[in-house]
């Protein structure tokens, strides 16, 4: 088949880790990819690498131009890319925060609207997003980190109801740790408080020590995999156990039972 009648798709944030292994599952599977990241590297074997700065309205536009200019459509919108931020609530400036939606909600907005026009023309079209078990539970000393992906959550939901007319469906995947080098990557607060010192840091090694016991990134891959091509597709898809889990801790547990069961795993006194 040539490669301009495969479906195409397109995902952010795919230079590394749980983007680049789900671009490969996705070439592996039959797209033609075309992935994105802020600086453009080598493309892997099957891959179209390209630059976007998905804060930059302008950069993502001109991506989107490319993509169009070289397969003349786009099928499947992973929306990816996005970035961490470790500390309590207090410690981060509202120009921080900003910067953190800016990316993680703001981010997905921009490409999603670039993207559109062509799936409805199409009259067909997947948007799959990235989000987080984050999105789904409070998340102590990663309350703005949470707060983007459960913004993410409310989206793609109402968006979902917007696009069905049109033939389009938008889903999430919400991973657990994976093991990536996103920890590594994590933001620090840029207004740190002594007297959160201590917590941090004990947050900082359940944070690593998480990322090592969690799910390869092939797992997430595989679900975004399994939500690009359902013909019915569900509205979420928890990648992994630990996913799974957290989600149904949270819709069938009491309350009461789910607060202690958050401050137990996160090393916090029970009060």
Known sequence: MNNKDNAVALITGASSGIGLVTAKALQRAGYRVFGTSRRAGASPDGITMLSCDVTDEASVNDMVAEVLQQAGRIDLLVNNAGVGLLGAAEESSTAQAQALFDVNLFGITRVTNAVLPTMRNQGKGRIVNISSVMGLIP????????????????????????????????????????????????????????????????????????????DAPDVVADTVLKAATASVPNRRYTAGKQASQVRFLRRFMPEALVDKSLRQFNQLPIV
């Open 139 to 214: 998340a102590p000393y990663n309350a703005l980190y949470a707060a983007t992906k459960h913004a993410v959550e409310g989206y793609s939901e109402s968006l979902d109801h917007e696009l069905r007319g049109f033939g389009i469906r938008v889903v999430l995947v919400e991973p657990a740790f994976t093991r990536t080098a996103f920890e590594a990557s994590l933001t620090k607060p840029d207004q740190p408080l002594a007297v959160y010192d201590s917590v941090r840091a004990g947050m900082e090694v359940l944070m690593r020590n998480g990322v090592n016991a969690g």
